[in-house]
């Protein structure tokens, strides 16, 4: 009798185990609303003014703020460079933690304090794998050092862009074409030749400025691209940069490398809003995952900026 019991018992335990979901798949789409259904992020290297003004001069960014909330004071981590800040963007928090220190680092330089099954520090989009598997994300870029930042493994769709500067338009083509075909849920695109003119010309030369309004033209496209499809409604887009640039470079502690401009966009954000609070690079992903209903990791420290929501 006691045998045939703790068999029924055995039998009972094996069921509930094959219930259990695995541990790293948490829907909580249920629990937590969203503000919209789908986030565009769009990182433009070396994107920066040294005169806000000039922003009247770029038709579709200057739109994008006059209905959108923004500021021109997004503080980037130390130093000022891309992997470091890219590595933060997505990983929600600084590089003490992430452990990304140079400009092109491929692999933590110092260990990362938290891995998932994939060897990276989680990111926004190994939250959106682990919260919402099903859904389609992805992700495209000029400059190859993004591949190593993001958790390519967790993404349904990455590509690597064509990095020639002249390329931009015909990227964005590409770039639209899938926003059209898949209407991701999450996409991070980033577009590397701002931060190339920067470098060869200087910042804020007339190179520089000249090549935003291309930067500029394409960020119309994608804008019309969700339109055509008809989800700019239920759509967030975010534009930020790594860093800015002063001369022909960054990575110091010059304002005009560590502040650059955060524009925010779309469903349930307030119209023509200058955020009020600090801003860093690791509240981008917590911000996305906010606007996604995803419940955010545990360690990361980013917070969600939370004064650009309409009430
Ligand atoms: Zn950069």
Known sequence: MKIRFCGILYIILLFLLGCAKPSNYVCNTKVLPRIASHVILIGLDGFNFDDYGYIRNYHNIN??????????????????????????????????????????????????????????????????????????????????????????????????????????????????????????????????????????????????????????????????????VGILDDTVIIIVSDHGGHNNSHGSINLLDMESPLIICGKGIKNGYAIQEPVVQYDIAPTVAYILGLKPYPYWRGKVISDIFQK
């Open 63 to 228: 739109y994008l703020t006059i209905h959108g909330a923004s500021t021109f004071n997004k503080r980037s981590v130390i130093p000022s460079s891309s992997a470091i800040n890219w590595a933060s963007t997505m990983m929600g928090v600084p590089p003490e933690m992430h452990g990304y220190t140079e400009w092109g680092s491929k692999t933590p330089d110092v260990p990362s304090v938290e891995i998932n099954n994939n060897g990276i520090f989680p990111t926004i989009f190994s939250l959106c794998r682990d919260q919402i598997p099903l859904e389609e994300t992805g992700c495209m870029f000029e400059w190859p050092g993004i591949k190593y930042l993001v958790d390519t493994l967790t993404i349904s769709f990455v590509k690597q862009l064509n990095s020639e500067i002249d390329s931009i338009e015909s990227n964005v083509d590409i770039i639209c074409k899938y926003l059209h075909q898949k209407k991701p849920f999450f996409f991070f695109c980033q577009i590397d030749g701002i931060d190339h003119m920067g470098h060869t010309n200087g910042w804020y030369s007339e190179e520089y400025y000249s090549y935003l309004a291309r930067v500029d033209h394409c960020i119309g496209m994608i804008v019309q691209s969700l339109k055509n």
